[in-house]
């Protein structure tokens, strides 16, 4: 990416590091959540919305 662009990388990680494991022996349930933003993404999302209603 040139550096003029490199701003768009800028963004944040959050959720669980490590996924929630329910086990009963009989059944094994693993929840987890993680999300990954960055300007260009909210950028995006945003433009996509602004389209989407003017169609």
Do not use: C
């Amino acid at each position: 990416m040139k550096p003029a662009f490199e701003w768009l990388r800028y963004g944040f990680h959050f959720g669980f590091d490590q996924p929630f494991v329910f086990d009963i022996k009989v059944l094994v349930l693993t929840l987890g959540i993680s999300i990954k933003l960055n300007i260009a993404g909210i950028i995006g999302m945003i433009l996509a919305i602004v389209i989407y209603r003017n169609l």
